[in-house]
């Protein structure tokens, strides 16, 4: 097979298409790895996430058989979803953990600490939803000033905060066409203030 890069989630079951389970067993989520690898038509997984831990099982089980697809060479880099710091910190005592998937955005920061933990051990932090700001992009919000300040749309000030946020912050934000992969792509040029950065973080 021809390498190339991937990345895919193990760790849950679908009932229905509104329903995530997670399943934890070992011995599933390497079944899941497997049937990614034949799905993305790759000999190696750049970036396999556990979609979430299942309380059923110790993390050790869990991320010890990722390790172990690691180990084999069909997994490079190990990731969590939707972790606390101590989750985390449980899990590197079995692997090395690259990233970590949880929700972050202006509108929804319970995982400040998170953030902070990871930038300070070298962890990757992808936050989902990234643009989900609630009532705070409205007429008139902190967001829509600045972005007005800054030339800018709601949405590409919210993802520029969070690139000055933190150098380990890498937002995964979902986009259905090409003008709204380009609006996205444009927060990388977007040079906010310390006082903007400042004014949209005092809004949560």
């Known amino acids: 097979m021809t390498a190339r890069r991937a990345s895919t989630k193990v760790g849950v079951l679908r009932p229905s298409p509104t329903e995530w389970v997670p399943l934890g067993h070992p011995s599933y989520l390497c079944r899941q790895a497997e049937l990614g690898l ?4 790759t000999d190696r ?9 299942d309380p059923a099982y110790p993390i050790a089980d869990q991320v010890g058989a990722l ?12 990731g969590l979803s939707e972790v606390t710091v101590e989750q985390l910190e449980e899990a590197r005592r079995t ?3 690259a990233a970590v998937q949880n ?12 953030v902070d933990h990871t930038a300070a051990h070298g ?3 992808l936050p989902f939803f990234p643009v989900a700001m609630g009532g705070h992009a409205g007429l008139g919000s902190p967001v829509g000033a600045v972005a007005a300040e800054l030339g800018v749309t709601p949405a590409q000030a919210a993802l520029a905060w969070l690139l000055r946020r933190s150098p380990n912050l890498v937002p995964i934000p979902g986009t259905g066409s090409a003008a709204h992969l380009a609006e996205n792509m444009g927060a990388l040029g977007v040079e ?3 006082d903007q950065f400042e004014r949209l973080a005092d809004t949560a």
């Open 95 to 97: 692997a090395p953990i």
């Open 123 to 125: 962890i990757a932090f």
């Open 45 to 53: 997984i750049d970036l396999l996430h556990l979609h979430r831990l």
């Open 38 to 41: 034949r799905r993305l038509r």
């Open 103 to 114: 929700l972050y955005n202006l509108a929804a920061r319970d995982h400040e600490d998170v």
């Open 67 to 78: 390790a172990q697809l690691q180990q084999e060479g069909k997994v490079r880099h190990i």
């Open 192 to 194: 906010m203030s310390a």
